[in-house]
């Protein structure tokens, strides 16, 4: 998101921005007998990647590749990369190679099925990337669907393997996130978010006040239903709205991210074989327009997102587990699994997709009927959630006031202005100038935020790990980029220590260097034996001399190729025909130009 996932966020770290840019602005390098060019997308708003994106596109261009950047807006970016241009190339109308993070939550790895697996593809979920990968969709099934932690584990650490076998993206960093708020602001952290607003207030306030609190959007609303959530500033708009069953929380201990009841009056209740969930629900919670929630409500929901005919985005995460809901009784539901899914409690906790609609709102239409329904486009449906819609200026903003009738007691804030400011420069203005209380819109340098944390005590900065990662994204539709040999080149030629050490403090970020997809947050499901992508061009040249090999009289837009016999994989009958071709040593293979390389994804030189 947080690409949270906004799945899918874009995070925002901390910067200078540019001001007075077009909707759309491309900076383009000239220059002769470019191998190919790859078109770069960026959202202009997210300033921090713009920095990232042209050390890019320098080191590319000394391996012959032209990198032409694509400024645009953050609308036009989510058409072009989520929707309507997901599976076309730049010239298609659609992308090339994006920068962007993924959010995922930390207490499980819910989101992997839908940003990864083949049937995560859009508008089913938030593999945009186009990859199709059939080991690796075995493996993170087999993870998902294990109980046993270590075999779990085994799992997971085999698909990171394959990931760096066969990348979908290049990770460059896991960041840290940096937060500025307002001094009085309690109950708030990067963790509980808008998921847990339980102790959300003002210093000082009762609940005999009348407290308005001010958030700063950097992106206005796309979709207002939640089981089609698509963008962070949706995603905001549907937490403050509606509930899920679960929610992630904050142990205030330790610290760590934990689950809690929310609709759910206590934690599932799994069967002794690990094939359903039984979920008791509360029974004093009514809709904003006074109807009673109940169970109906619960099996319609998800009833809606595992149908694939909805398009919910949440539908890559929620599909492959939930074979069925049944109904046991007005506030009793159980689920019941194509397999066992250990991390269950957590996907009940997943906003894309788990929050809970009203069935007496939309029983009757046709599930493929309601993205392009009013209550998706116009006006939201009432929620059950601590606040309740007001208006939507688009543009400008979206006023929620809080539900008095709330399950689990009257909200201490009253009202959110939740104002959409897309100039990360304006948002640290109205932050400083105390115009919005908190928000993700704004961004500073690291200079600025210790100037602020050390001489303004009207506001806090806090600073936490986040289960993020920034990388560069492939569009494996592309002819040239379905090549995993130029993916490998490519990720070789990226200035990683440069990007962490030099640009993100100026942008106002830090991180660490990154491997697969998996967050060290995330534990035992780290894999801490990949070594990350090195920034080696001499490496990034062997690829291309690898890919420009594989593509001699040969169609390469036929698919994902690279391997010398063109089956879609590096197996040993591979080896032979290069070995019949050119020689037993890798030295004599004509692409290696005395630089050894072999087909085999790891460089051993060995096919195995």
Known sequence: MTVRREKWIIVTLTCMILAGLPLMDTVTVQAPDWLFTINLVVAYEDAPHWDMASAFKTELAKLGINVELRYMDAGTYYDVVWDTGWNKTWDQGGWDMDLSTFMWLPTDLVWFEGCYSAAGHPPYGWNYFGWQNEKADWLLRKCMSTVDPELRKDYIWMWQDEFMHDPPHATVFY???????????EGWDFIRWWYDTDDLKLAGTSLEDDVTLHYGSAEDLLTLNPVFTLSLGSETFTDQIFDMLLKTSKDPVTGKAILKPSLARELPTYSPDGMSATVYLRENVTWHDGWRFNATDVKFTFDAVIDSATWSSGYGDFAPVIDWVEIVDEFTVVFHFKQPAPHFNTLLADDYGALIIPEHILRGIPHRQWRRHVTNTETPMPGTGRWKFVSWVRDEYWLVEKNPDYFLGEPMIDTIYNWIITNPSAGLVALQNHEIHFGNCWAATMDEIRTINQTDPTLKVTEEPSPAMQFFGFNLHHPILSNRYVRQAIACAIPYEHIINDILPSLGGSGIRATAAVNPLHGAFYNTEIEPNEYNLTRAQQYLDMWRYSQV???????????????????????????????????????????????DWDNSGYVE
């Not at 960041?175 to 602001?185: K, R, S």
């Not at 010398?564 to 040993?572: I, K, P």
């Not at 591979?574 to 293979?589: L, Q």
């Open 175 to 185: 960041p840290t996130y940096y937060e500025i708020v307002d001094a009085d602001l």
């Open 553 to 599: 009289g040969t169609d390469y837009t036929r698919g994902p190729k690279g391997d010398a016999d063109f089956s879609g994989y590096v197996e040993l009958p591979d080896f032979y025909i290069w070995v019949d071709n050119f020689g037993t040593s890798p030295a004599d293979w004509p692409f290696s130009a005395g630089r050894p390389i072999d087909p």
